[in-house]
């Protein structure tokens, strides 16, 4: 906006843009014109004239606008494909009629500052703003001064979703319970064989109504396939009951003729079993809606964490705002059991927070001025005022969601051969039903059309490709959903059938073995030396230095209370350590070559200094007025779930091993204390050469899987069969990584890769159980097994099969989501 | 073999012809998008879901974001999801609802859409 009064306009939406940094640019009439966007130079290549000449830029055209300033500011796109990044902010419009009223609007948001992008869409009603410092409320008000009328809308109306799922769920209920009470009638009459009068006309007026009211959802279903020219499981059960009907109906209106029906082996004109097919299916129907809401539940789970409403600090007041009106930079005050409602930093106060819906780490956390907390997190017992750095679809819930769904849009390599079979399943079945029709009329026993017409029924009723279709997306649903409560994050179904497979485990050891950030482990003080002198000296020389060891001396005094004397002539000596004059009296801190330069005697800690050493940790000596006042040691503790969650990826029989830029001996202590044997031990391996290190293994023949935290071993992660990017908090989009865990805690790599295991294990099953159901249950409903055994399926039975079958694999693959992991 | 009996394999013999036809015969293409300069130019495409998915075809620019808008005028489950494989989406359609999804191809080429359970088919082709 700052730019439109140097800028040009674009002549088809008629929004300003930088010459800069247009989209498009043309030269009409030797005038050179700019464009916001592709869309807009393409509308004027077709009819130019129709924009230069008139004086108002076209109000129909285009659909969106688009206002781009700073184009290396825009969010990037990879060369594959992308969704569009979902909207900063989500508008509920009223009062929208007409396409004109889309531009009208998006033209009035336009006018906001820091509005990048608007877009309005009148099928939805919504208005998706995109853009920095967005305020809600000066949105809504730029809408209102329009003539229309909006409210900020939660970035995901899962609840609208939900009502409708349920409607669906209850309508079905019905369905099936008035189809099972006209239907119990029908069956008591024909099983009990109860003759009188009209009887069968009694029994045609029970049935049309369940098979022309309960079952019209499969022959509405059906016919609007057919006009597609494609089928489904709708087609069969319609046609399947229809042909039941059919048989019933010739048999009631004309008894002489098919007088063999009556007193044929199955006794009967067959009006119960359209009624028990329709009510046993609605009824399978009923149980699979249920189950698959189930299914997908994680994820809105997860969005419901965080709370619906903040407590917004402004000026020193505080109040309650619906959290659509958060922005990034608010303050917002979180008190004691309060979920935290959006990524944040803490400002001021002291609490620990449970992060475990997110992280899936058990323990809370400790959380201070400066930490960063995850929206949709459990407050503990202290109240924290958070800055939010993220909100709306920037949040890492959001991401996470999103992440989730991009898993569970993609399909493993084991799907391919259902997916082609499905393609094809219910036309093939639908030609078996003709070929056993055909076959029983021909070879049959009398009555050849009754045996006919019940197999060619049986088949189509059997026949389950839901078991089929729904075998692998239930199973990956439930498994990336089940992952991402433990903060468990597969990037793709690719990612969960590759971590099957991994036979070695690579860990990185620095911020993956280890926490990533050096403490101070020992103090070694010489006889009568107080803590402040020697932690007070080393923290003052050491004030001024970035170094992750300084920083965590003077992290040490802090919590110790103690605060660092003042220091005068100040050196540093590289290599060495750093020198300078407390109180009048030189003072250094540094390794034992500094001390031997200054010739200060240090022989009372050589055998500290050597232990500290073998232990990986760094020894940094103190001293003052040309005496050693003691040793500090520095280490880069490991994580104290390391060690047992490396027992237990042993014990799932993968080999562990451990990769780092450190020296051997370091590498090698760390090791030893969590349990990695010092053949594992790959040290003093350069951040350039850890992809070339896991070319080696894989070599070898190893399927390795890399575990680091993303930051300078990316090339590492991209090189592994499975990438594995530990501790990313908030930072889940980590892009060189397979698999994301979200905590820090390396019980999660183990528990991801039986995770994979599991979901791997329930497609397996799954797929073999659709594949076995309908390669038995087809042959058996053609009547395969009559000529041995005179056995035929009745019709009702295939029914209940089929109902069977599709909800037995949606409670299988919900079972994931139970199951011990670890 | 008695008359009625040839007449039933002649007729199974022409239903089987008749599906295959029907099912995996050539079909016309409905195809509909912006920026490829057809009559329809615009960025949202609605694609109604009703046994099927109509049109069956978009046709669309590389680099245009392009919105899919997918009007559900049906309760059957066979189209409760939608999955476009090649843009990472999978969303539920409610029933008797639209449901917007914006994609934005950076790529040329075709890519399928499909129900859940992979048995409606729609394809995104892309051009340059």
């Known amino acids: ?822 | 073999m008695t008359p009625d009996r040839i007449a039933a394999i002649g007729i199974g013999a022409a239903l089987l012809v008749l599906l295959l036809v029907f099912f995996f015969g050539k079909r016309r293409a409905v195809a509909a998008g912006p920026g490829t300069g057809g009559a329809s130019d615009s960025h949202e495409i609605t694609i109604v879901v009703e046994g099927g998915y109509s049109p069956d075809r978009v046709v669309t620019r590389r680099g245009v974001p392009l919105t899919l808008i997918f009007d559900r005028r049906e309760t059957s489950p066979c189209s409760d999801e939608i999955v476009l494989p090649d843009f990472g989406i999978r969303r539920s359609l409610p029933p008797n609802a639209k449901t917007s999804i914006e994609i934005r191809p950076e790529r040329a080429g075709e890519f399928p859409f499909s129900c859940g359970m992979n048995m409606l088919h729609g394809k995104i082709q892309v051009v340059e």
């Open chain 1, 1 to 822: 906006m700052t730019e439109s009064s140097l800028a040009s306009r674009d002549p088809v939406c008629g929004m300003a843009v930088a010459p800069s940094s247009a989209a498009a640019r043309r030269t009409f009439e030797g005038q050179e014109i700019f464009f916001c966007e592709s869309g807009c130079a393409a509308a004027f290549d077709r009819e130019p004239g129709r924009y230069m000449h008139s004086a108002a830029p076209a109000s129909s055209l285009p659909s969106r606008v688009v206002i781009r300033e700073d184009r290396e500011n825009s969010p990037p796109h990879d060369s594959r494909l992308t969704t569009h990044d979902p909207p900063g902010v989500s508008l509920a419009l009223q009062g929208m009629h007409c396409a004109s009223c889309v531009t009208t609007i998006e033209k009035a948001l336009a006018q906001v500052p820091g509005v990048e992008e608007a877009s309005v869409n009148l099928a939805t009603s919504r208005a998706d703003v995109r853009g920095y410092n967005l305020d809600p409320a000066r949105l809504v008000a730029a809408i209102r001064a329009s003539g229309y009328d909006a409210r900020p809308a939660a970035w995901l109306e899962a609840g609208d979703d939900e009502l409708r799922a349920r409607a669906e769920t209850r309508d079905v209920l019905r369905r099936t319970l008035v189809a099972a009470a006209l239907t119990v009638p029908v069956v008591v009459i024909s099983m009990a064989d109860l003759m009188f009068p009209g009887r069968d006309f009694v029994l045609l007026a029970l049935t049309l109504p369940v098979y022309l009211w309960a079952g019209a959802p499969f022959l509405s279903g059906a016919v609007r396939t057919l006009r597609h020219r494609t089928a489904n499981m709708d087609t069969l059960i319609a046609i399947g009951t229809t042909a039941a009907l059919a048989l019933s109906l010739a048999a009631t209106l004309f008894p002489a003729k098919l007088t063999a029906v009556a007193s044929g082996p199955m006794g009967h004109v067959y009006y119960e079993a359209v009624g028990v097919i329709l009510t046993l299916i609605l009824f399978g129907r009923y149980l699979e809606t249920r189950a698959r809401g189930r299914t997908s539940a994680a994820v809105r789970e997860l969005l419901d964490l965080a709370p619906k409403r903040a407590r917004l600090v402004r000026d020193g007041v505080e109040r309650e705002v619906p959290l659509s009106e958060v922005a990034v930079g608010d303050l917002l005050r979180v008190k004691p059991g309060d979920a935290i409602p959006v990524d944040g930093s803490v400002r001021a106060g002291r609490s620990t927070v449970d992060e475990s819906m997110v992280t899936g780490e058990s323990l809370p956390v400790e959380k201070a001025e400066g930490d960063r907390v995850i929206g949709g997190t459990l407050n503990g017992e202290g109240a924290i005022d958070v800055e939010a750095t993220a909100v709306g679809s920037q949040t890492a819930l959001a991401q996470i969601a999103r992440l989730v769904e991009q898993a569970q849009a993609s399909k493993p390599t084991i799907q391919k051969l259902a997916d082609r079979i499905s393609g094809i399943f219910v036309p093939a079945v639908m030609g078996i039903a003709i070929v056993t029709w055909v076959a029983w009329y021909v070879v049959g026993p009398e009555p050849r059309a009754l045996f006919a017409t019940v197999a060619f029924a049986s088949v189509l009723i059997i026949a389950c490709p839901c078991a089929l279709g729904l075998a692998t997306p239930t199973a990956i649903l439930v498994g990336t959903g089940r992952g991402a409560r433990e903060g468990i994050l597969f990037r793709n179904a690719n990612a969960i059938e590759e971590a099957r497979r991994v036979t070695l485990v690579l860990l990185d050891k620095t911020g993956t073995i280890t926490e990533g950030k050096p403490r101070l482990t020992d103090r070694v003080h010489v006889s009568g030396v107080p803590d402040e002198d020697l932690l007070g000296t080393a923290a003052a020389l050491e004030q001024g230095s970035a170094h992750p060891l300084a920083r965590a001396i003077v992290e040490a005094a802090r919590e110790k209370g103690i605060a660092p004397p003042a220091v005068e002539s100040f050196t540093s000596r590289t290599g060495l350590g750093i020198s300078g004059t407390i109180q009048g009296r030189r003072a250094v801190v540094g390794n034992a070559s500094l001390f031997e330069q200054d010739g200060i005697d240090i022989s009372a800690v050589h055998e500290d200094i050597a232990r500290f050493g073998s232990e990986g940790k760094t020894p940094l000596l103190v001293g003052s007025g040309g005496k050693l006042l003691g040793v500090l040691a520095v280490a880069d503790r490991e994580k104290p779930s390391s060690k047992d969650a490396i027992r237990r990826l042993k014990e799932r029989g993968l080999k562990v091993a451990m990769l780092t830029g450190d020296r051997r001996d370091t590498a090698a202590a760390v090791a030893a204390r969590v349990g990695i044997g010092i053949e594992e031990v790959f040290a003093e391996v350069l951040a350039s050469d850890k992809a070339a290190k896991v070319r080696k293994l894989q070599a070898r023949g190893e399927v390795v899987a890399v575990v680091g935290d993303g930051v300078n071993d990316a090339p590492a992660l991209a090189q592994a069969d499975v990438g594995i990017a530990i501790g990313a908090g908030a930072d889940v989009a980590i892009e060189a990584s397979d698999i994301t865990l979200v905590g820090g805690s390396l019980a999660s790599v183990a528990e991801a890769i039986a995770l994979s295991r599991a979901t791997l294990g329930t497609i397996r099953q799954n797929l073999l159980f659709a594949f076995l159901y309908n390669a038995l249950g087809l042959p058996i409903a053609a009547g395969a097994l009559y000529p041995v055994t005179g056995w035929m399926l009745s019709p009702m039975i295939a029914s209940a099969a089929m109902a069977a079958s599709s909800v037995s694999v949606v409670s299988n693959s919900l079972r994931l989501a139970k199951r011990r992991l670890a």
